[in-house]
């Protein structure tokens, strides 16, 4: 079974720019397609992208189409979560997660999740 550590997160400043890291345990990382979560506090947890096992298709949630960017090395077993042009309402944890399919974006349609990164967005 997958393990995955999310790392990356902090505070920045509204309008800046900050990569979250999802490292993967286990040889068959390249298997999987891969999703971001976030959840505000007293919001629900909220998807945000997905990609292919291979990397080759990516899929967003229109709220952050344009602005984030998923991505993955599978030799080095790790999704990345680009975001730029950040915003206080961006503030959250955020998680990756492995999804039972490509296009999954509601929770219960993932299996296994990360511990999340918190990120803050200061105005």
């Known amino acids: 079974q997958v393990q995955l550590v999310e790392s990356g997160g902090g505070l920045v400043q509204h309008g800046n720019s900050l990569r979250l890291s999802c490292a993967a345990s286990g040889r068959t990382f390249s298997m999987y397609a891969m999703g971001w979560f976030r959840q505000a506090p007293g919001k629900e947890r909220e998807f945000l992208a997905a990609i292919s096992w291979s990397g080759d298709n990516t899929y967003y949630a229109d709220s952050v189409k344009g602005r984030f960017t998923i991505s993955r090395d599978n030799a080095k077993n790790t999704v990345y979560l680009q975001m730029n042009s950040l915003k206080p309402e961006d503030t959250a944890v955020y998680y990756c997660?492995?999804?039972?399919?490509?296009?999954?974006?509601?929770?219960?349609?993932?299996?296994?999740w990360g511990q999340g990164t918190q990120v803050t967005v200061s105005s």
């Open positions: 997660a492995v999804p039972r399919f490509f296009r999954a974006t509601r929770v219960y349609e993932y299996d296994t």
